[in-house]
């Protein structure tokens, strides 16, 4: 079962970077996986669980190269200061969501504000685990709701281009938010 959802999901992907969302069928990701269209509706019984299903997994694909680059460092703070730069390195490279952006932002972009609620679930129990601090899960749903706010609208005033850029910021920034018993 877990072996034809990966190839569902793969296949989803796969079609949404090539095709987009609008164009998305159900038909082509089951034909692209190699199954039958019952095997993608037993798995994913409308479209949006499908599209749904693609953003989590990406999601956690990206918490594991979080979790590689802030895991060996030493404070909280650090490890607050690296996350900001990787999230927003990552996200703002990642193909598929800049794909959907540039091409299809009217189909994107309710997925990540309106319907985003199980992603930020996500993203915050994830975050809140790794956070030595008072209100862990409060102040990880504000750090990812900064981040999603920079990667959804790149125009700014703040200079967030590299790494150093982002890393800066987040000292100056975000570092100050954590709660004073947190800062180790």
Do not use: C
Request: net charge neutral.
């Amino acid at each position: 079962m877990a072996d034809s959802t990966d190839r569902i999901l793969d296949a989803a992907y796969a079609r949404m970077l090539e095709h987009g969302l609008r164009r998305l069928t159900v038909d082509d990701v089951a034909k692209q996986a190699g199954l039958s269209r019952i095997t993608v509706y037993r798995r994913f019984s409308r479209r949006s669980e499908l599209i749904q299903g693609v953003i989590l997994r990406e999601l956690r694909r990206f918490l594991q190269a979080f979790e590689q680059a802030v895991a060996p460092l030493p404070t909280t703070a650090d490890r607050v200061t690296e996350g900001f730069a990787v999230t927003l390195r990552l996200v703002r490279g990642h193909p598929l969501l800049s794909r959907l952006l540039a091409s299809e932002p009217d189909m994107i972009l309710p997925h990540l504000t309106l319907e985003a609620g199980p992603y930020v679930a996500v993203a915050r129990q994830y975050l809140a685990a790794r956070l030595d601090v008072p209100e862990a899960e409060a102040v990880a749903e504000m750090f990812i709701r900064v981040a999603l706010s920079f990667v959804l609208i790149p125009d700014s005033a703040v200079p967030l281009g590299s790494d150093a850029e982002a890393r800066a910021y987040a000292r100056r920034h975000l570092v100050p938010l954590l709660p004073s018993e947190g800062i180790n």
